[in-house]
């Protein structure tokens, strides 16, 4: 068995470095050995970088921070260092189909330039990907060796599973091996850590929590099977090697990273309190892994697109939706037009109101436009296309056109593309004819027409009846029939469409 999985990776490995064929140069693997001094602030990272060249490139540009000094180690005679704006550009005498970069880097980081707080400290080690604090490739996935060096007493986190872990003298070695592709390195370690793993459900599961936290152990451990095996019915496989919880001081509330979640121990204990479980960050494994890139709004619109999976799985589950989606939804509604942001210019900073509060109503819409059946078949095809590789907005929209079978033009034009929540009024009315009832709905629009798939809820005796209906752009009405007398014509009537309309033309009463 071993000599088969042996193979698997070999084929895997492969794969990664023949992917060249969609870029200039493919990254077949990371190497990172990191050096924390504890004691006078620094960090100190060799990063060794396998590259396949197949265009014979000369130059190679990574991310960096400016706060480290970077130098080219031994195996690189020749090479030459530059410095330029976000990182540096590594310049090599001979143009080869195999490339081998050897990058030492040293500095006092300070602080995190996204979250408030230190990235080393006497009792953690925070090097968060953003920072940039090894060179990094925002758009090149690969596999990645991760060895850190501490102090015995110190837990760690990186990429992947522990593959040894050594004390001598007072020197613990751990290394971490990743071997499927990925993108965007966190390596984190602390001495407050309390571990416990276990496999549950067919998952390898492993948490790292604070004395404070740890009470939540056992929920996470009940919890998280039934969570990650939805999403990879949903998506199609568990991308990484294990899944790990944890618990960090001084970021805002929680984050997704390379196989694992983390939560601040304040918003842990709130989360865990009111749900029991994590879906947000737990989804985002898959979609804030998969689009990174260095591109305008890169992973911005896509953490926004995969909320809507955590809310597929509320539904799938019969339990609420998270405050958090509903407020941001509801502060986005309070947004003027000239407010919002079109896709192609999400930042980091863009208000949470946009990134949360449009783009997972904005999959909402393409569900029902495109039918269940072929949503599903969506998401489950674009993860298997576009596995360990980023994808853009157009080849997201092809996936779905091509899994639904029809254009999604008007998805583009008229949902993603337009700026401001559509403002409609909503009418309907019910004729008695033979026994049945007809109801004709109608849509008025507000500026732009679109085309509008809905639910309409229909109230009777007996309940609330739920029918799919699709409004056309020229404001035409559509007719209904049941069998039943309706009580109550009510559009939209879980409030999940990206529709501003006034309580009082939501129901019409017959």
Excluded at 201 to 206: E, M
Excluded at 285 to 298: H, I
Excluded at 309 to 325: D, F, H, S, T, W
Excluded at 364 to 380: A, K, N, P, Q
Aim: aromatic share 12%; hydrophobic share 40%; charged share 20%.
């Amino acid at each position: 068995m071993r000599f088969a999985w042996k193979w698997v990776w070999a084929v895997l490995l492969l794969f990664c470095c023949h992917a060249a064929a969609q870029a200039d140069y493919s990254i077949c693997n990371y190497n990172l050995h990191v050096e924390p001094d504890f004691l006078h602030g620094t960090v100190r990272v060799r990063t060794t970088i396998e590259i396949d060249n197949p265009f014979l490139l000369t130059a190679f540009e990574f991310g960096l921070d400016s706060v480290y000094k970077v130098s080219l180690g031994n195996g690189n005679p020749g090479s030459q260092v530059k410095l330029v704006e976000g990182g540096i550009r590594v310049e090599v005498p001979h143009a080869n189909r195999t490339v081998r970069l050897e990058l030492l880097s040293e500095g006092s980081p300070g602080k995190s330039t996204n979250e408030e707080r230190s990235v080393i400290d006497p009792d953690s080690l925070f090097l968060l990907w953003s920072d940039r604090w090894y060179p990094i490739d925002f758009d090149h996935w690969a596999p990645v060796t991760t060895t850190i060096v501490l102090p015995n007493g110190f837990l760690a986190i990186a990429a992947g599973r522990i593959r040894s872990n050594d004390l001598v003298g007072n020197q613990r070695t751990i290394v971490f091996v990743e071997r499927n592709p990925t993108v965007a390195f966190s390596v984190f370690a602390d001495r407050r850590w309390i571990e416990e793993e276990h496999t549950v459900g067919g998952f390898r599961i492993r948490t790292l929590l604070y004395p404070e936290s740890r009470q939540w152990a056992s929920t996470i451990f009940a919890t998280s099977p039934d969570v990650l095996n939805f999403f990879t019915q949903l998506h199609g496989g568990y991308w990484f090697e294990q899944y790990s919880f944890i618990s960090i001081q001084g970021i805002y509330a929680r984050r997704s990273f390379n196989g694992f979640v983390g939560y601040s121990p304040a918003y842990l204990d709130k989360e865990m309190s009111r749900t029991g479980y994590d879906a947000h960050e737990t989804s985002l494994l898959w979609w804030d892994g998969t689009t990174r890139g260095s591109g305008p709004g890169s992973w911005q619109w896509t953490e926004g697109l995969g909320d809507y999976v955590e809310i597929m799985y509320e539904e799938a589950r019969g339990k609420p939706l998270a405050p958090n989606v509903v407020r941001f939804r509801d502060e986005y509604f309070a947004l003027s037009a000239d407010q919002d942001i079109p896709y192609t210019e999400l930042q980091g900073n863009t208000p949470q109101a946009i990134i949360h509060g449009k783009y997972p109503w904005l999959m909402y819409v393409l569900r029902l436009g495109v039918g269940e059946e072929s949503f599903r078949r969506g998401i489950r095809n674009l993860f298997q296309q576009y596995q360990h590789r980023t994808f853009t907005m157009s080849e997201f929209i092809a996936t779905f056109e091509r899994a639904s079978g029809s254009s999604l033009a008007w998805w583009k034009a008229g949902w993603l593309e337009q700026k401001g929540a559509l403002v409609a009024s909503f009418d309907s009315q019910v004729v008695s004819d033979r026994g049945s009832y007809r109801i004709r709905v109608r849509l008025t629009q507000r500026g732009i027409a679109r085309r509008v798939p809905a639910e309409i809820g229909i109230r009777t005796a007996s309940g609330i009846q739920k029918r799919q209906v699709v409004f056309p752009e020229d404001g035409a009405p559509v007719e209904l029939e049941t069998a039943d007398q309706p009580l109550e014509v009510v559009f939209d009537p879980d409030h999940l469409l990206p529709v501003r309309t006034a309580a009082e033309e939501k129901t019409v009463h017959p």
